[in-house]
């Protein structure tokens, strides 16, 4: 696996340079052809070496110039959490918990910084409805009437083409629309697992992904992620080995919560992993259009030769959530992932789709999503510097290569349902970090939605915000100091 990683070693030898002050703050760095020659290696390792040190923050692409040295807050580098995982299958339990945090998103008095989800004014609201009142004008009888079970054709005709450049290349037949990413996700795990059985799980992994393990009665074995190289594909390997998993369900593009973006050497190695124990994947991409570097972005089917990967998607974080519509491409498990579709739902609801499958064809969504990405790349990165200003010394944010979370490493570990409870006393509603993992193992982080322009209002709630994590830290800290 050492081969697969070149670019990473790289990496880290120039970030100890950084570290060192062998390269100041805006000086520039070597070329790529000068490291190529150096390290002997291709200019497309150095490239993507580079590129994954301007991801984290460490460097500036600089057109017709270069990479150069950038002054990074210390604040916004994520320190590693240090925890170890037993790597055995645990019960999950946590969905009066996180029923409870989603209540406060349906108040509109609440400042959303809970649930995940760019605000309206970054979608294209209006487009939308205009294309939808057209679609029912015109097309009053496909509207009324159910669809193909697959799917609208023109969906998924024009779904299909996002996989043209996939080592296997996915037919209009090979999809299946659903109703939204957590059907697909629910449909996956169905096909491939029992009640009884164990599931893997990125830690922290998205809350949604727990609660599906708990309805449908499967067990978590967590695996650890890091904000910078995401999933340690050596635990996951040793897991796979010992046959204790059934699937592992993961995102590898804009993770939520940890917004790290897997390279594509380590989704090829990943997917490697899954055709050599056999062991099927469940990939969320619902984040995967928002990545801010496109190019990076391709998901881990893509190098599916075997089948093995049930890959998951959703229009509902980047266009419109309310029509709940997603869709999944099944692999080797198309026929039972169908059956189970016809069973549930039949079909998903006509409308939406064709509004969709019209919104892919005139190019409108594709510019969309250019839009969309340096909006959430803006927002991301203001709502980071208002946070470092306004909550206690000692606080880490990761630095995401895409969606709209921040996820905030706190100085002090807070009891979350009083962060939770206060923060809603003043009109803000957060997500406590714990219900991330099924072991609650992430009590000292805190996710932050980030999805909307930070207007004078925003502002106003992250500074109430820090000083409320400001007082709580200081008396937790206080506390722990009187039981020495």
């Known amino acids: 696996m050492g081969d697969l990683f070149l670019y990473e070693r790289i990496s880290r030898r120039i970030l100890e340079q950084i570290r060192g002050h062998t390269y100041a703050v805006g000086e520039r760095l070597p070329s790529v052809r000068q490291l190529s020659r150096m390290f002997g290696v291709s200019v497309n390792t150095v490239i993507q070496s580079y590129r994954q040190l301007e991801s984290e923050g460490y ?72 294309t939808l009142t057209e679609v029912v004008r015109r097309q009053p009888r496909e509207s009324w009437d159910y669809l193909h079970p697959n799917g609208s054709a023109t969906l998924l005709h024009h779904l299909a083409r996002r996989s043209l450049a996939y080592e296997v290349a996915l037919a209009p037949d090979d999809i299946i629309v659903t109703s939204g990413c957590m059907e697909a996700l ?23 992904t727990l609660l599906l393990l708990e309805a449908h009665e499967r067990r978590a074995v967590e695996i650890p992620a890091q904000p910078r190289e995401g999933i340690c594909l050596e635990t996951l390997e040793q897991v796979f080995a010992q046959g204790r998993v059934k699937a592992f369900v993961f995102s590898a593009n804009a993770q939520n919560p940890l917004g790290f973006t897997m390279s ?107 839009e969309l990405r340096a909006r959430l790349r803006e927002q991301v990165q203001a709502t980071a510097r208002e946070v470092i200003k306004a909550f206690p010394i000692g606080t880490r944010i990761t630095s995401p290569s895409g969606g709209c979370v921040l996820w905030i490493r706190l100085p002090e570990a807070l009891d979350p349902d009083v962060l939770f409870e206060q923060a809603a006393a003043i009109g803000i509603h957060v997500f406590p970090g714990r219900v991330f993992s099924p072991g609650g193992a992430h009590r000292r982080y805190l996710r932050l939605n980030a999805g909307s322009p930070l207007t004078p209002a925003i502002k106003q709630a992250t500074a109430d915000l820090g000083r409320l994590v400001t007082r709580l830290c200081a008396a937790a800290k206080g506390e722990l100091l009187e039981t020495r």
């Open 264 to 370: 594509l050497e380590r989704k090829r190695a990943l997917v490697a992993l899954s055709a050599k124990y056999q062991v099927p994947l469940i990939e969320n991409d619902i984040w995967g259009d928002t990545v801010y570097e496109p190019e990076q972005a391709v998901p881990a089917k893509a190098f599916d030769r075997q089948g093995l990967v049930i890959y998951c998607n959703s229009f509902s974080k980047v266009l419109i959530p309310g029509f709940r519509i997603g869709w999944a491409a099944p692999g080797r498990f198309h026929r039972r992932f169908r059956e189970l579709k016809q069973l549930s739902t039949i079909t998903s609801p006509s409308a939406p789709q064709i509004v969709l499958g019209r919104l892919m064809e005139s190019g409108f969504y594709a510019q969309h999503i250019r």
């Open 59 to 130: 460097l500036e692409a600089r057109p017709q110039s270069g990479f150069f040295v950038r002054s990074v807050e210390p604040d916004a580098i994520p320190e590693p959490d240090g925890q170890r995982f037993p790597l055995l299958p645990v019960e999950v339990s946590l969905s009066e918990r996180v029923l409870h945090y989603m209540e406060l998103h349906a108040r509109p008095d609440m400042v959303r910084f809970g649930i995940a989800l760019p605000a309206p004014e970054v979608l294209p609201v209006r487009k939308v409805l205009q």
């Open 186 to 208: 629910t449909l996956a795990l169905r096909s491939v697992s029992r009640p009884g059985d164990a599931i893997a799980v990125e830690s922290p992994t998205y809350y949604g």
